[in-house]
């Protein structure tokens, strides 16, 4: 009995203290949820706003970009991440959509191929790469593409998850995620990985996949497919910038990689943002919190975008 | 404590009454309010298309509004059917030789085993199965049956599943058939049956009720399954002509997209009738079993 009331005290006590505490601190706690794809830097991004405003507290979680609307809609969170195109449907719902950095997904290809040399050389043209990820048929030869007398036929890769990479991927032809006609696989590295495998396989991966942000250099297994946007079946030294990290960001960052399959990474929020916590936060992401943008293995948004973003919280 | 309180120990026993009645009747309304929960969430795509065509398109474009479940059904029902068909014969032979044959040290590390697989989380075997078995079917079996397949196909997927279930069903089998009466057997053995005759005649007759049992339990844990079976089999939304084609079943569908697309009114009601459409196989599944059981006890 003693040891009971003892216990029932403590916890109590422990109780009142954390009320106390709850109390005590005035702080303002700001959700974010949503994208996994823009997760990464959501969470660098807090991690250094806090530093300067250290009476604000974040509570970042991923549980896909619908999860975030989802929760901004009903009041649970203050700021989605989203990643892909919006629906209709989606956008009857009053929301405020702001640009804050960029990405992009690169068609991949697996180091097994017999004919990469080629690849690389010839790269594939836009109606190629369309008839290969939508149409469905499974009989187009590395051969008939390339022009070689390699004539294995390409097997084509995509997410099994719902995912903006996909839905980007397939807005580069005009078409959304189910349109992809492939064997299904589950998040970006398990599609890095299926592709690596199968000499004849084709994917698509987000860049900070395809590239180790930190090295700069390609992941092993995999390679991109270069595209051929000028039709004329070679790459050519203005259509060659896939050697690293670097490379590639500046060419997405410039235009010269083309916009799908390039994307902008969004923060939501329901109805235009009031609160001042929110507002200042989404004011630094767009201008002192673009330097870590690149660091993370996404694209800056150009200062024309950023002005327009900005233009939208005034 | 009920004395130092200073309640009868009448009253005591009419509390602890209710709560166990209130314990039960909570468990028997918890399907039954999952059930509905599911159709109210359905309503708003039940009401924009009907549900023959539903269930027997597999033009799965949500966002043209075609919603054809069929391929999933079908992808579900095969990924199960061969699981068990993988699985159950093996847990069976096992069971017998475990319960009426094996040394003792034996059955115990097998005890062991089963613990250790049935500990295993759903995602390593899913794992395991992205390393070992998609390559083995890629690289080995299908080129030496003269096919080519990617190596995530249903044949995976029921492995990986057969797998699974293994733990569940040989776990149950063991404890049905170490509990068929000594003295039936016996019986049997005295008048002149082989020991065979007898594990074939008595244990296998008697255990009849408890087998059906376990292997049911096999079948439900494999409808279930999701992320172990989502990362080996392909997902494809079309009807599987072959074992080494991809499928998609049911909860690989749910769980790929839920998510992400629950802010779309309609593809969040898709996802909810297709969790309806899991409930109500495994609801029809149950019903079935149950009332062959019920057959067999009455005979």
């Given at each position: 009995?003693?040891?009971?009331?003892?216990?029932?005290?403590?916890?109590?006590?422990?109780?009142?203290?954390?009320?106390?505490?709850?109390?005590?601190?005035?702080?303002?706690?700001?959700?974010?949820?949503?994208?996994?794809?823009?997760?990464?830097?959501?969470?660098?991004?807090?991690?250094?706003?806090?530093?300067?405003?250290?009476?604000?507290?974040?509570?970042?979680?991923?549980?896909?970009?619908?999860?975030?609307?989802?929760?901004?809609?009903?009041?649970?969170?203050?700021?989605?991440?989203?990643?892909?195109?919006?629906?209709?449907?989606?956008?009857?719902?009053?929301?405020?959509?702001?640009?804050?950095?960029?990405?992009?997904?690169?068609?991949?290809?697996?180091?097994?191929?017999?004919?990469?040399?080629?690849?690389?050389?010839?790269?594939?043209?836009?109606?190629?790469?369309?008839?290969?990820?939508?149409?469905?048929?499974?009989?187009?030869?590395?051969?008939?593409?390339?022009?070689?007398?390699?004539?294995?036929?390409?097997?084509?890769?995509?997410?099994?998850?719902?995912?903006?990479?996909?839905?980007?991927?397939?807005?580069?032809?005009?078409?959304?995620?189910?349109?992809?006609?492939?064997?299904?696989?589950?998040?970006?590295?398990?599609?890095?990985?299926?592709?690596?495998?199968?000499?004849?396989?084709?994917?698509?991966?987000?860049?900070?996949?395809?590239?180790?942000?930190?090295?700069?250099?390609?992941?092993?297994?995999?390679?991109?497919?270069?595209?051929?946007?000028?039709?004329?079946?070679?790459?050519?030294?203005?259509?060659?910038?896939?050697?690293?990290?670097?490379?590639?960001?500046?060419?997405?960052?410039?235009?010269?990689?083309?916009?799908?399959?390039?994307?902008?990474?969004?923060?939501?929020?329901?109805?235009?943002?009031?609160?001042?916590?929110?507002?200042?936060?989404?004011?630094?992401?767009l201008t002192d919190g673009q330097q870590y943008v690149k660091q993370a293995g996404y694209?800056?948004?150009?200062?024309?975008?950023?002005?327009?973003?900005?233009?939208?919280?005034? | 404590?009920?004395?130092?309180?200073?309640?009868?120990?009448?009253?005591?026993?009419?509390?602890?009454?209710?709560?166990?009645?209130?314990?039960?009747?909570?468990?028997?309304?918890?399907?039954?309010?999952?059930?509905?929960?599911?159709?109210?969430?359905?309503?708003?795509?039940?009401?924009?298309?009907?549900?023959?065509?539903?269930?027997?398109?597999?033009?799965?474009?949500?966002?043209?509004?075609?919603?054809?479940?069929?391929?999933?059904?079908?992808?579900?029902?095969?990924?199960?059917?061969?699981?068990?068909?993988?699985?159950?014969?093996?847990?069976?032979?096992?069971?017998?030789?475990?319960?009426?044959?094996?040394?003792?040290?034996?059955?115990?590390?097998?005890?062991?085993?089963?613990?250790?697989?049935?500990?295993?989380?759903?995602?390593?075997?899913?794992?395991?199965?992205?390393?070992?078995?998609?390559?083995?079917?890629?690289?080995?079996?299908?080129?030496?049956?003269?096919?080519?397949?990617?190596?995530?196909?249903?044949?995976?997927?029921?492995?990986?599943?057969?797998?699974?279930?293994?733990?569940?069903?040989?776990?149950?089998?063991?404890?049905?058939?170490?509990?068929?009466?000594?003295?039936?057997?016996?019986?049997?053995?005295?008048?002149?049956?082989?020991?065979?005759?007898?594990?074939?005649?008595?244990?296998?007759?008697?255990?009849?009720?408890?087998?059906?049992?376990?292997?049911?339990?096999?079948?439900?844990?494999?409808?279930?399954?999701?992320?172990?079976?989502?990362?080996?089999?392909?997902?494809?939304?079309?009807?599987?002509?072959?074992?080494?084609?991809?499928?998609?079943?049911?909860?690989?569908?749910?769980?790929?997209?839920?998510?992400?697309?629950?802010?779309?009114?309609?593809?969040?009601?898709?996802?909810?009738?297709?969790?309806?459409?899991?409930?109500?196989?495994?609801?029809?599944?149950?019903?079935?079993?149950?009332?062959?059981?019920?057959?067999?006890?009455?005979?």
């Open positions: 009995m003693r040891t009971k009331s003892l216990l029932s005290l403590l916890l109590i006590g422990s109780f009142a203290a954390g009320l106390v505490s709850c109390g005590s601190n005035k702080g303002k706690n700001v959700t974010i949820s949503g994208a996994f794809a823009l997760y990464p830097l959501g969470v660098k991004w807090t991690e250094q706003y806090k530093t300067k405003t250290p009476d604000l507290r974040f509570d970042v979680s991923a549980g896909g970009a619908g999860k975030g609307l989802t929760d901004v809609l009903a009041g649970a969170a203050d700021i989605a991440m989203f990643s892909r195109q919006l629906t209709p449907a989606e956008k009857e719902k009053g929301i405020w959509v702001f640009a804050v950095a960029k990405d992009a997904v690169l068609p991949t290809f697996s180091l097994n191929n017999p004919a990469a040399g080629l690849i690389r050389k010839k790269g594939l043209t836009k109606d190629q790469l369309k008839e290969i990820y939508l149409s469905g048929k499974n009989n187009i030869t590395w051969g008939a593409l390339l022009d070689t007398a390699y004539n294995s036929p390409v097997v084509v890769y995509t997410r099994s998850d719902a995912a903006g990479a996909a839905d980007t991927w397939a807005d580069y032809f005009g078409g959304k995620q189910e349109n992809i006609k492939g064997t299904g696989i589950y998040g970006d590295p398990g599609l890095a990985e299926a592709v690596g495998k199968d000499a004849n396989g084709v994917g698509f991966n987000n860049v900070a996949y395809v590239y180790d942000v930190t090295t700069g250099k390609k992941r092993p297994g995999i390679d991109v497919i270069p595209i051929d946007q000028n039709d004329n079946r070679q790459i050519d030294p203005g259509e060659d910038f896939y050697e690293n990290a670097d490379s590639i960001l500046q060419a997405i960052s410039d235009g010269r990689y083309p916009s799908p399959p390039a994307r902008d990474l969004y923060f939501i929020t329901k109805g235009k943002p009031t609160d001042p916590a929110i507002i200042g936060f989404l004011k630094w992401v694209v800056p948004l150009t200062d024309e975008v950023i002005k327009a973003q900005l233009d939208k919280l005034n | 404590m009920a004395a130092l309180l200073g309640i009868s120990a009448k009253l005591t026993n009419r509390i602890s009454t209710a709560w166990l009645n209130f314990a039960v009747l909570f468990l028997i309304l918890l399907p039954l309010v999952i059930g509905v929960g599911l159709i109210v969430k359905s309503l708003p795509l039940l009401k924009e298309a009907p549900i023959g065509t539903m269930l027997s398109s597999s033009d799965w474009s949500p966002q043209q509004g075609h919603f054809g479940f069929f391929a999933f059904i079908m992808g579900s029902v095969w990924v199960t059917l061969l699981s068990f068909v993988l699985s159950a014969p093996v847990c069976l032979l096992a069971a017998i030789y475990l319960t009426e044959y094996s040394p003792g040290w034996l059955t115990q590390t097998m005890y062991f085993v089963i613990d250790v697989l049935a500990g295993i989380p759903s995602v390593v075997y899913g794992v395991w199965g992205v390393l070992v078995v998609v390559p083995l079917l890629a690289d080995y079996v299908a080129p030496a049956l003269g096919l080519s397949t990617t190596g995530y196909c249903l044949l995976s997927g029921g492995i990986v599943l057969a797998i699974m279930a293994v733990p569940y069903m040989l776990n149950m089998l063991m404890e049905v058939l170490r509990s068929v009466p000594i003295e039936l057997k016996e019986a049997s053995l005295s008048l002149g049956a082989t020991y065979w005759e007898t594990i074939k005649w008595i244990v296998l007759r008697k255990g009849l009720t408890g087998i059906i049992a376990a292997l049911s339990l096999g079948i439900s844990k494999a409808l279930g399954e999701t992320i172990a079976v989502l990362m080996v089999v392909g997902n494809v939304a079309k009807v599987p002509a072959s074992v080494f084609d991809a499928a998609y079943p049911l909860p690989a569908l749910i769980a790929n997209n839920y998510g992400d697309m629950m802010s779309v009114p309609l593809y969040d009601s898709a996802l909810m009738f297709a969790a309806l459409i899991l409930f109500v196989i495994i609801l029809l599944f149950n019903s079935i079993t149950n009332f062959f059981l019920y057959r067999i006890k009455e005979v």
